[in-house]
């Protein structure tokens, strides 16, 4: 059974950081892609960071230079680094592990809260 599961959700303030971690299980990275989305209240789920297994890396421009995406292949983990976090980053952020075709797998999300 696959299971993603993320943590690192929290309260800041603006300006602060946090890191989101997402832990997999029952598969591993090979050939596909990880991604963090995230929504806010009364939103629809926005895609906020890919990275493939070749490592290329993609961003939506609103957090570009803030945000950074990495994953551990060893840990069949991925984390979202966030930085310089504004109020309109507070949303529940969510681990997605895909591979067109094949499968596509949620986490059950983490809070972030980013007071001004």
């Known amino acids: 059974q696959v299971q993603l599961v993320e943590s690192g959700g929290g309260l800041v303030q603006a300006g602060g950081s946090l890191r989101l971690s997402c832990d997999s299980s029952g598969i591993g990275f090979g050939f596909n892609t990880m991604a963090w989305y995230r929504q806010a209240p009364g939103k629809q789920r926005e895609l906020v960071a890919t990275?493939?297994?070749?490592?290329?890396?993609n961003y939506v421009d609103s957090v570009k230079g803030r945000f950074s995406i990495s994953r551990d292949k060893a840990k069949n983990t991925a984390y979202l680094q966030m930085n310089s976090l504004k109020p309109e980053d507070t949303a529940v952020y969510y681990c997605?592990?895909?591979?067109?075709?094949?499968?596509?797998?949620w986490g059950q999300g983490t809070q972030v809260i980013v007071s001004s």
């Open positions: 997605n592990l895909n591979r067109p075709g094949w499968y596509n797998y």
């Open positions: 990275i493939t297994n070749g490592e290329s890396t």
